[in-house]
């Protein structure tokens, strides 16, 4: 596996499809929208469905019933919320709408009266899927797979997604004043996107942009990913401050301060669906956005929040099946977007070069699901396996090796002879005998001076690469020396790909002078040799 072919994002650990099932139908919007649906298979002549106008929506009689079956009628926002679960069921397929064609047409196929039915007038039938009866309320159906109820909430997330990067209707108004005909009829040709400052392209990258970075920020964080939240001001902020620049100007704090207010309305539509968890903007600072005060707010996100100050910017999170739906929108885009168990069918030469950017208890996580998925071959030739995979003597190989000791440190015993097996191995002996001493094994030999300075190189070679030079380096560094006397007139002899470079990293670290001199020149004859 080349460089180039790493996963671009590190991976992230999702619950089983059937987990992610069972938060699917319990979001709110979801199981409202299959609670309409048995509705809907009850409500009609012997379970013919309800009749719906020319969009599929609810006529006003039947949102009102819809409104009190999910037990909204005292709410203010009943019928929007009773008309956003229809329209998800629609959305979804749940329901089929079929047009009932014979009431608005007259014998010769000419519409009746003047065509246009009423904006109360069923034009149609809405009635449940057959494929989807045992979700629907069909005794006689089965239950849908897991697989099958993530892909029906996908498809709806995608119609919410949209209307939420579309601006409300006052937004609208100023570009569609001149679509309006005398008729009352809006020419959606006529329509003046400029007038309306909106985007549709750049609106939706932006809502993905702020879903990626959710997603970044979850598979990077291990507080994110236990579950803490995001600070929207946090989130606004990674959309549109450049990395480089140090502090924020006014006018950037002003567009992370809009940004901001307007991820505010896009969460609270997402949040129904599941996908995220929030905590939504304070009321206060909404009315300031609304009342154009966006200055003010910019100028106190520029300046020192306490936790409660943070809190009142909103606070956001994904939730697993967030991070199951973004993912899968990535994937669909083609991104590589690795999870935790992608590996478990992967040869050992492809896990020791991905594991690297796993975070410790993922590493171990896909480590073991790698193992069990080779249980009929057994530990043994698991282990032989990822010790071939380990040699080498590229640029990468350090790496894999030290992979490989992490990867080994999860065998059982059944590994022992293909450790013992690679002994005398040049590249492997060493690491062979640190799995054997540290699981109080007999007869382990010990290793020869050229292979402990071997060993060494390599070590602090993989080290390097893969954690930079930390505090603890300096502190190997500077043990090794002292432990053992003349440490560079044996070390350049070395014969790795690395020394060199190795003893050129220890001259930089050692906090000896003298020390660090010395490991310069010793780098100087490795590389002159």
């Known amino acids: 596996m080349t460089g180039d072919d790493r996963p671009t994002l590190p991976p992230v650990r999702l619950p089983s499809d059937a987990e992610l099932a ?6 709110p919007l979801l199981a409202r929208a299959v609670e309409l649906t048995r509705w809907a298979r009850r409500g009609g002549p012997e379970g013919a469905g309800v009749p719906v106008g020319a969009g599929g929506e609810l006529l006003s009689e039947q949102l009102k019933e819809a409104a009190a079956h999910l037990g909204l009628g005292g709410e203010e926002e009943a019928p929007a919320l009773a008309a956003d679960a229809w329209n998800f069921a629609v959305d979804t397929g749940l329901l089929v709408i079929e047009e009932d064609r014979e009431d608005h047409e007259d014998e010769e196929g000419g519409a009746a009266d003047d065509g246009q039915p009423s904006s109360d007038e069923p034009v149609g039938l809405a009635t449940p899927e057959a ?104 989130l606004a902020a990674s959309m549109i401050v450049p990395e480089d620049m140090d502090e924020p100007t006014d006018e950037v704090l002003e567009e992370v301060s809009t940004a901001m207010m307007r991820l505010d309305e896009q969460f609270r539509m997402l949040e129904p669906t599941g996908l995220v968890e929030y905590r939504p903007v304070d ?6 956005a609304a009342e154009g005060e966006e200055a003010a707010a910019a100028e106190e996100l520029g300046g020192e929040l306490d936790e409660e100050d943070v809190s009142r910017y909103g606070m956001v999170r994904l939730t697993p099946l967030g991070l199951h739906g973004v993912r899968a929108r990535m994937r669909e885009a083609g991104m590589e977007v690795p999870a935790v168990g992608d590996l478990a069918g992967a040869g050992a030469d492809r896990l020791l070069a991905t594991l690297p950017v796993y975070t410790e208890d993922n590493a171990r996580s896909e480590i073991e699901g790698w193992f069990a998925a ?106 090794l020396v002292d ?29 000896d002078k003298h020390a660090a001199k010395a490991a310069r020149k010793a780098a100087f004859k490795a590389r002159s040799r």
């Open 22 to 27: 069972r938060d699917a139908l319990a979001a």
């Open 131 to 234: 494929e989807l009866g045992g979700l629907t309320g069909d005794p006689d159906e089965a239950m849908p797979a897991p697989a099958d109820i993530l892909e029906l909430w996908l498809g709806g997330l995608e119609t919410v997604l949209a209307d939420a990067a579309t601006p409300s209707f006052e937004e609208l108004l100023g570009g569609i004043e001149g679509a309006v005909g005398e008729d009352g009829e809006i020419n959606t040709d006529a329509i003046d996107l400029d007038a309306m400052d909106w985007d549709p392209e750049e609106e939706g990258e932006a809502l993905d942009s702020a879903l990626g970075n959710l997603y970044l920020l979850t598979a990077t964080e291990p507080a994110v990913a236990a579950g803490s939240m995001v600070p929207l001001p946090v």
């Open 374 to 479: 080779r249980d009929e071959e057994g530990t043994l030739s698991a282990a032989r396996e990822l010790l071939a995979a380990a040699r080498g003597t590229d640029e990468a190989a350090p790496v894999r090796r030290l992979t490989c000791q992490q990867a080994l440190s999860l065998a059982g015993p059944e590994a022992e002879p293909a450790l013992r097996e690679v002994l005398e191995d040049r590249e492997l002996g060493g690491l062979a005998r640190v799995w054997l001493a540290e699981r109080g094994a007999a007869n382990v030999p010990q290793p020869d001076e050229d292979m402990v300075f071997w060993l060494t190189v390599d070590t602090i070679a993989a080290q390097v690469a893969t954690a930079g030079e930390p505090e603890e380096l300096r502190d190997l560094v500077r043990d």
């Open 483 to 511: 432990q053992h006397a003349g440490f560079f007139d044996k070390a350049w002899r070395v014969e790795h790909p690395a020394t060199g470079d190795v003893l050129e990293t220890m001259g930089r670290v050692h906090p």
């Open 283 to 288: 009321e206060a600072l909404t009315q300031e």
